[in-house]
């Protein structure tokens, strides 16, 4: 009864937020905010609005986060000999991650194995052998604490932190954000660092194509 009263709640609050969107003559909100309450609105009813609307936007309602983050004997593990000041030449140099990642021989076993043990009976296909901390800033490409098994589906998905590590070796190659910073942020909270800076304006500063551009 409580659940069907939330819900119905819940409802009447979308359908009023739309009733109260901004019309086309009202001021143009930028790209990836939340537009703002029309002066129909009460003070208390646009905090609400404004608060759920946010909340639909956000990819990352973290409902589950044992499966959108790595378990904790994947702690994240880097390459030491790859530093800030040896970017250039290594992992922002073109086909650095493509020349260092492991071949598909070597991470099988490893993608099977994991399967075996976490994911017993469901289908390769659904995974993807990912490095937390990507190689392309830094991962360690054969270290077990930097590999975990990331669904393709759902909620924060493999294709989503693509897109992060995609965003996050274009920033620090720049040199407008630290390599270190990159890894710690990828490594404590991934989805964490997705809200921080796979946003709207980099993805399209970028020219991010999920399926086009260079994965981990």
């Known amino acids: 009864m409580r659940l069907q009263a939330f819900l119905g709640g819940l409802a009447l609050l979308i359908a009023m937020a739309f009733w109260y969107r901004p019309t086309d003559d009202k001021r143009a909100v930028k790209r990836g905010e939340v537009w703002t309450c029309s002066a129909a609105a009460t003070h208390d009813f646009c905090d609400a609005v404004t608060g759920l609307s946010k909340a639909v936007r956000?990819?990352?309602l973290r409902v589950d986060r044992?499966?959108?983050?790595p378990p904790r004997d994947t702690p994240g593990a880097v390459d030491p000999s790859i530093?800030?000041?040896?970017?250039g030449t290594t992992i922002c140099r073109p086909g650095y991650?493509?020349?260092?990642?492991?071949?598909?021989?070597?991470?099988?076993?490893?993608?099977?194995?994991?399967?075996?043990?976490?994911?017993?009976?469901?289908?390769?296909?659904?995974y993807e052998l990912d490095h937390l901390i990507p190689i392309s800033l830094g991962g360690a490409p054969l270290d077990l604490r930097d590999l975990w098994l990331q669904p393709r589906r759902g909620q924060a998905n493999?294709?989503?932190?693509?897109?992060?590590?995609y965003v996050l070796w274009r920033l620090v190659c720049e040199r407008?954000?630290?390599?270190?910073?990159?890894?710690?942020?990828?490594r404590h909270d991934w989805t964490k660092a997705y809200d921080t800076y796979a946003?709207?304006?980099?993805m399209?500063?970028?020219?991010?194509?999920?399926?086009?551009?260079e994965r981990d």
């Open 199 to 202: 946003t709207p304006e980099n």
């Open 83 to 87: 530093t800030q000041a040896n970017i």
């Open 158 to 165: 493999a294709a989503d932190k693509n897109a992060l590590a």
């Open 176 to 186: 407008r954000v630290p390599l270190r910073t990159a890894q710690q942020a990828i």
């Open 97 to 126: 991650a493509r020349s260092a990642r492991p071949a598909f021989a070597v991470t099988a076993p490893v993608k099977r194995r994991l399967m075996d043990t976490q994911h017993t009976g469901e289908s390769f296909a659904d």
């Open 66 to 69: 044992t499966s959108i983050l």
């Open 204 to 213: 399209a500063r970028y020219h991010f194509r999920h399926r086009q551009e």
């Open 58 to 60: 956000n990819p990352f």
